[in-house]
Each structure stands twice: as C-alpha cells, then as structure tokens.
C-alpha cells in the first residue's frame, strides 16, 4: 500500500461522507434553501473529493484527462444549477426559514 | 460479485421505488423529474450490463431532451393530474396486473443472469460479428459495425420513425397551424447573470462533444443519434436561457426544415447509391472497390452523420414548437 492509494482512499471515503451528509441534509433541513445547500455539497465537496481520489489511482493519462475534464464541469454547473434554483426561488418568494419556525 | 449484486438490487430498488413514486403523484411537474431519475438509474443499469452505447442513448434521451420537452408540454397544459373516479380504476388495474402477470410469466423463460449458455452468446451470429467485423470494416465498437452497416436497413427505419415523429410534431404544432395572438415576451433566464455568462461559456464545449460523440462512435460508445442528441440539447439549452428569438437567429427555423429531411435523404441516398455502384442497398463495400473496409468505415461514417443531422434538427424543432407555442398563448 504506497502512500497514493491512502491518500485516494481518504479522498474516495470523505467524498462518500460529504455525498451522505448531503443526502441527510436534503431529508432533514427544514426549508428550500437550506435543502438546495445540501444538495450543492453532494455535488461539489462530494462528487469532487470522489474524483480527485479516482484521479490519483488512474494509471492512464486519458482516463485522468477524462476525469478533470468531469471534475471541470462539475465545478461550473453545479454551483450554477445552485444558485439559479435560488434565485429563482426568491423571485418566486418562497419565505426563508428561520429558527422557530416549522418545517416547510 | 458481491458488491456488484448489492450494485444490482439497489439500482433496482431504486428504480421501483421511482416508479411507484411517479404512479402516486398529482404534480406532473415533479412527476417528469422523477421520470428523468428513473431514465438515470435505467442507464446505470444498463452500464452495469456493458451495453454503454445503450446507456449513453438512454441518458441523452431519457434524462436530458425528453424531460426538457415533456416540460414544454407541461407549460402549454395544466401540470396537475385529472382524478378519476374510483370506479373507472378497475379496467386499468385489470389491465396492469395481467400486463405485468404475463411479463412475469414469461421472465421465467429468460436464461438466469450472467449465464453462459444463453443465445446471445452460443448463437454462430455473435461469433461472427465480434470476429467478421474486425476484418470486414476493422472498428473497434461491433455496436457500430452492427447498427450503421450489417443492420443498416433497420436503422434506416429508425430514422424514418424519428423523421415522422418530427414532422407530425410540425404539423400539428407547426408553421402550418395558423397562429392567432402576438408573440409575447415571457420572462427569459438571460436574466440570471450567472446562468447566462456560464451557459454561453458551456456552449462551445457541447458542440464540440457532439461533434466527439458523432466521429468517435467507431472507437468507443457513442454513434449519431447520441450525438444529434447532444447537438440538440445545446440549442435548447441557448433557446431557454436566452429566449426562443435569440436562437433562431443562429439557428433559424427555415434552416432547420431543410435539414431534417437532408439527413433522411443523404441515408438514403447513399444507399442508392451503393445500388447504382453495383452492390445490394447500403452495401458500402462498393464504396471503395479496392479497399473495403475503408469503403465501409466512409460508409459509416456517412450513415451517423446522416441520423446526426436528421436527430438534432428534429429535437430542435420539436422544442421550438412547444416553447413558440407557449410564447404565442
């Protein structure tokens, strides 16, 4: 076991963690907002963490120029998606939670 | 083995828990997302399977366009499910359960999975278009060799129902229907800042993998109907942030009734062609007499162009049609 194959396999296991707590987050949080943000760490902290720990264990380079080309997109449009839902959100005016209030 | 059962049955607990989901829902807005997750875990399963090209078309397709333009249709209509009476539930239900009994029924017959006596893999055929095809035409990816040129005719078919499905598409919502109320400015996502600076950026790069897809086919998954998919999807994605007048003015509609039956017609075309050659239909060994397979490959080559255009531009238009209609209203 050389120190690259710890080292993805801590990448590989936070980004599942980050991709659980997200999925947790999304049942648990009590309105739109707060859901969109756990969501936004599924996608970025967790699907990113996952493909840098695949990127350390690629022995080709077209696989690992796949794998940023992957990771690239994934940092545009997840936030994008994000953000769009809440603004849209807003405009729509979906109230904001805040501490007291019951779940929406 | 394990972990790949465990893979197996969570896709498809997944996959059913979807469906009752969407069968127990009155929103149809919500509805059409969860279609486009159970289009997702569909194509994983396919993955799982090693038919990429199969998943790679059920992703574009079943994710991507289809949701998009079941959500034009849903603007043009009310996104809530009608109730029905109790009563009238009954045939249905009747139906269902004998629909799925006999499905279930016949499943019995179907080789245990992963099996190595099952007819896909004893019948003489495989063996010969795993091995035929590397002399014949010398590409990596059989399911092209198969698709574009041994299974060429059925294709071509193919191509005939997406062709119609287009052109019924037009017809009825279409430059022939006779638009009564003027072209209102709806609210367009351009204003979104970030949405427009990033899908302006994202563009080329769409366009570009479309255009990956449609020549890298012979080599890996992908062919043309995936990548007139992707050509489509980046249109439509210009059309909805930046509004239906801004892309027609780079893709505009007389352009796109062109080159909907072009596709079509450069399919069929070549077929003549290879008759005029002196071959059978669609035999493009006649392409190049001398050297077969590259006649072949520029067959190929030919033929997913051919379904590239025709795909792309019926999407295209299709989603125009619904969204200048729900502009017009």
Known sequence: MTVIEVLSGVLLAAGAFFVVTGAVGLVRFPDFYTRIHAVGVTDSAGAGLILLGLLLRTTEWEVGLRLLIILLFMVITSPTAAHTLAQAARRDGVPVWRAGDTRR | ?329
């Not at chain 2, 790949?4 to 969407?22: E, H, P, Q, W």
């Not at chain 2, 609210?187 to 897809?213: E, H, Q």
């Open chain 2, 1 to 329: 083995m394990t972990a790949f059962v465990l893979v197996n049955i969570s896709l498809f607990a997944i996959l059913g828990a979807t469906a009752l989901a969407i069968t127990r829902m009155r929103a149809l807005y919500e509805a059409t997302m969860l279609t486009a997750l159970f289009s997702l875990v569909t194509g994983s399963l396919f993955v799982l399977l090693d038919a990429v090209d199969v998943a790679f078309t059920e992703a574009a397709v079943g994710v991507g366009i289809s949701t998009v333009l079941l959500l034009g249709v849903l603007s043009l209509t009310r996104s809530r499910e009608a109730v029905t009476p109790r009563r009238r539930r009954l045939p249905a239900a009747l139906v269902v359960l004998f629909a799925g009994g006999a499905l279930g029924y016949a499943a019995q017959d179907l080789p245990p999975f992963g099996s190595a006596t099952t007819p896909v893999r004893d019948h003489p055929v495989t063996e010969t278009y795993l091995v035929q095809s590397q002399q014949d035409m010398g590409i990596p990816n059989t399911v092209t060799s198969v698709l574009a040129s041994y299974r060429g005719l059925d294709t071509l078919g193919e191509l005939v129902v997406v062709f119609t499905a287009g052109v019924t598409v037009l017809l009825l919502l279409g430059p022939l229907t006779r638009r009564n109320h003027p072209v209102k400015k709806d609210l367009v996502l351009a204003d979104y800042r970030v949405l427009r600076v990033v899908s302006g950026v994202l563009m080329p790069f769409i366009l570009l993998f479309a255009l990956y897809v449609l020549f890298h086919g012979d080599y890996g998954a992908g062919g043309g109907f995936q990548a007139g998919v992707i050509f489509a999807s980046g249109f439509v994605l210009y059309g909805l942030v930046f509004g239906l007048d801004r892309v027609q003015q780079v893709l505009p509609q007389a352009v796109l009734w062109v080159l909907i039956p072009l596709g079509l017609l450069l399919f069929m075309g070549l077929g003549v062609a290879t008759v005029l050659l002196g071959g059978s239909f669609l035999d493009y060994d006649t392409l190049r007499p001398d050297d077969t397979a590259a006649g072949q490959r520029l067959g190929i080559l030919l033929v997913e162009t051919a379904i590239g255009l025709t795909v792309a531009t019926v999407m295209t238009s299709v989603f125009f049609s619904f969204t200048g209609r729900g502009a017009s209203r």
